[in-house]
């Protein structure tokens, strides 16, 4: 058993990548005070800015907006039923209560009430995969909420391990486009408040072991239409990488961010973006994905092109 | 069983990443003509130039070593004995009785008669692992043997897999000077001569098939002293993304020189190339590596620093 750098208590909390060992208590310090080095290295926001934190009632949500609020940041949440049964149901309770224990503001969107349809009922009708439509309305609604509501800063919880995964597959095909825009603070343009990523140094055992040292009561199902994606194969290959050598992951991500992205992030291609003839928000189309969406709903089209950089 | 792309008989060669059934005679052809598109694509050479080929006596060097003299190339090669025991006595036998059957100038360096010291002999006196000192060495007789002989271009069989394995321990540390040198045609400059890999978008199943069909004599055990490296781990990982999806290997490479290379070339390092005033072979120190690997084993003393960018 080692023991903790700080106060020499025996511990089993050992982080490899770090070389460090910590007691319960030091361990949340050092994990709270790690996502604000995140933030100030990046510069995404100050004390005096309002964000709104996606939540969707898992560990890496629930702890970011714990620890946000404990660093003393103005951070309500938004949750989005997305109506996939008994995850879903369990996941808003899980927020609601955690919301409650923080006091802090929860808005809550129901896709089945606000949209019309639940993703299960959207699945029957569209082409994409459920992520990708599922992400497209999660960026609709928190971009929206963010207008109305004035926030302006949008934070997720991304963990290392979703930047790395998605790092990983962008360079597997080198999509300079798309590395282009993997930093974690984009800044506010066209109509879409700024986004920021403060667990993006943080590993997912990192972010899990924090949830259950600061007692977060979360959901630990996984999204059902998750399964067998791409990006999960991904993380398995990476985490190969991370045992036979700790630090794998970070060095993968930091060193993108410090030596690759200066060098391509002025490629990023100058996007003119529109209003949405039909609702008004921004789009590069004419009509924007949600608009589509809705209408596929409704007149039972199928979706034929897909519109990556809509609410990017 | 599939059937032959171009005359239908039944057979077991199929490339998965090309889509393609072969029979072994068509194999043969389809091999060297990808060979041949690969020297033009990247403007490796032609048919005036005279090519020395490093040939280990394996079946990637012999085989092209003998797909270069097939499509008509003025190719001679180049074998270095390591010392390594019975690994290096059957290398050159194999290498020699190659250039036999195909009747073509082999070049012998011994490293226990011309350089003093077999491998296992320098490895006692060095701290760097046997792959980095092997590697400096053959460079160092490859380009000593060009000038000498009169070759101007050095050819080596470098295959997709090496290739991608280290494109992949570069890219995980995101070393752009590196990277900005992972091209398979690196021009003649600085006393060095023009250095290319013909078989860069050859697998290593592509090419050890052409071997065996093309009836090839190769020693099949590999260098008893490259067991455990890096590069192997990294070779396992990429090939389960590999058998994930067919054709990522490739997909890699290729985008990689196509999309990111020409981003990063410029980022090259100018690097002032001096004389080495021992022996005078250009060096980026004072005292060009060999030199000092030379001086080791007189006077005994340990190598303190590497120098990468000696014979690159």
């Known amino acids: 058993m080692k023991k903790c750098l700080k106060c020499g208590i025996r511990t089993n909390i050992y982080i490899p990548q770090h070389r460090l060992a910590l007691c319960p208590e030091h361990y949340i310090n050092w ?38 609020v404990k660093l003393g940041y103005e951070a309500d949440g938004l949750h989005i039923n997305l109506g996939i049964s008994e995850y879903s149901e369990i996941s808003e309770i899980k927020t609601r209560n955690f919301a409650q224990r923080i006091g802090r503001k929860l808005h809550i969107v129901d896709l089945g009430r606000d949209f019309g349809r639940t993703i299960p009922q959207i699945k029957e009708n569209e082409r994409r995969p459920p992520c990708s439509f599922c992400g497209t309305l999660k960026r609709y609604y928190m971009n929206l909420y963010a207008r109305e509501y004035g926030y302006n800063v949008l934070a ?71 399964e067998g994606s791409t990006t999960l194969h991904y993380k ?44 008004g928000e921004p789009t590069q189309s004419e009509i924007c994905m949600i608009c589509r969406m809705r209408n596929n709903l409704l007149y039972g089209k199928l979706q034929t092109s897909t519109d990556k950089a809509d609410n990017p």
């Not at 005070?33 to 560990?59: H, N, P, Y």
């Not at 930091?254 to 990023?268: A, G, H, N, Q, T």
């Open 31 to 68: 994990f709270e005070a790690r996502t604000q080095r995140t933030i100030e290295e990046f510069k995404m926001f100050q004390k005096t800015d309002r964000i709104l934190v996606a939540v969707s009632g898992g560990k890496d949500s629930l702890s970011l907006w714990n620890v946000l």
């Open 236 to 279: 398995k290959l990476i985490s190969q990488l991370e045992e036979k050598s700790p630090g794998t992951k970070l060095r993968f991500y930091s060193e993108f961010l410090s030596k690759m992205y200066p060098v391509i992030k002025d490629r990023r291609p100058k996007t003119s973006i529109n209003r949405c003839k039909s609702c």
């Open 156 to 226: 997720t919880a991304h963990n290392l391990d979703d930047e790395v995964s998605v790092l990983m597959l962008n360079t597997l095909s080198w999509n300079i486009e798309y590395l282009s825009r993997q930093f974690p603070v984009l800044p506010e343009e066209n109509g879409f408040a700024r986004k920021v990523k403060p667990f993006c140094k943080m590993s997912e055992k990192e972010a899990a072991m924090y949830a259950v040292l600061a007692q977060i009561d979360y959901i630990e199902d996984e999204c059902p239409f998750a």
